[in-house]
């Protein structure tokens, strides 16, 4: 199975640039399924009911989200409703919407999607590695055809720790909400693809896609300062594509994608000569 996964969707922009790459790339890479990361994707802030709907039609067929969940109010009353938009997994009780689902193919193929978020340097939740123990107990590779967890979190070390903690039990441990990709995609001895954080979709002229002016204002004098606005400039599409074994669910590869905007272009193409196990 092939599966991309795009990390945090930040601003109208990065909504516009997923929802016209997205559909191309499922046909140019054979893509079985589409995850993103939209915690960002109204305004930077939260994430709304027609950004939903904006990213479906665009090709995306589940929306992880973060500690940016719940900035936009009106999605805690349509989260419920609407089991392709997950929040994180390890939320305390009570918390609208689910923190995973299992989705069917055409095929008949299932994928698990789990988003699960760390708590180094984050708000202090729920234990992520207990909840993704009790979730992978309940729902084991096997049962379903793949399984990518996106891992919310800041620290590398807790995202590494994740990663090795489900190496041999998902497809792949994808990280986001640094906003930035890191270059240490590879696949685990036991046959997880893991990548630290994907990167934003966003404009990378910027800090972690807001304009700079008002951001590094906020350094500089400490005082809270005027609000700090999405960056305006072409968007980088950043992601990574997993290639899974289906008589396993474990990954056979990695590669890291980033399209368009100021960094440098990634993409996969056949005969997809990157990290192979
Ligand atoms: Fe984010
Ligand atoms: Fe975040």
């Known amino acids: 199975m092939r599966l991309l996964f795009c990390g945090d969707i930040v601003g109208r922009g990065a909504r516009e640039a997923v929802a016209s ?15 993103a990361n939209g915690e960002n994707a109204a305004h930077g802030f939260g994430i709304t009911e027609a950004n939903c709907a904006e990213l479906y039609a665009g090709g995306i067929d589940v929306i992880t989200t973060g500690n940016h ?3 936009r109010r009106e999605i805690m009353a ?36 789990v988003n699960a978020m760390a708590r180094l ?52 441990v994808l990280g986001t909400h640094c906003h930035v990709p890191t270059a240490d995609h590879r696949v685990l001895p036991k046959g997880t693809a893991y990548m630290t954080d994907v990167g934003m979709c966003g404009d990378y002229e910027s800090v972690i896609g807001m304009a700079k ?24 599409l950043c992601g990574a594509v997993i290639e899974t074994d289906d008589a396993t669910g474990l990954a056979v590869a990695i590669w890291p994608l980033r399209l368009g905007g100021k960094l440098d272009p990634a993409l996969p193409r056949p005969p997809f000569a990157a990290t192979r196990r």
């Open 213 to 236: 002016a008002p951001a590094i204002a906020r350094f500089v004098t400490k005082l809270p300062g005027e609000r700090l606005e999405v960056a305006s400039g072409e968007a980088t």
């Open 121 to 172: 340097y984050m708000d202090a939740i729920d234990d992520p590695f207990a909840a993704l123990d009790e979730l992978l107990g309940e729902h084991p590779l096997g049962t379903v055809a793949a399984i990518l967890v996106d891992f919310h979190g800041e620290a590398s070390s807790e995202k590494a720790a994740m990663g090795y903690f489900c190496d041999g039990r998902v497809s792949a």
């Open 21 to 35: 790459a997205v559909p191309r790339l499922r046909r140019e890479l054979a893509l079985d399924f589409v995850v």
């Open 69 to 71: 969940v719940w900035d």
């Open 78 to 113: 349509y989260i419920g409703g609407d089991p392709r938009l997950l929040r994180p997994l390890n939320l305390p009780r009570g918390a609208p919407g689910a923190g995973f689902g299992i989705y069917p193919l055409a095929d008949g193929r299932t994928v698990m999607v």
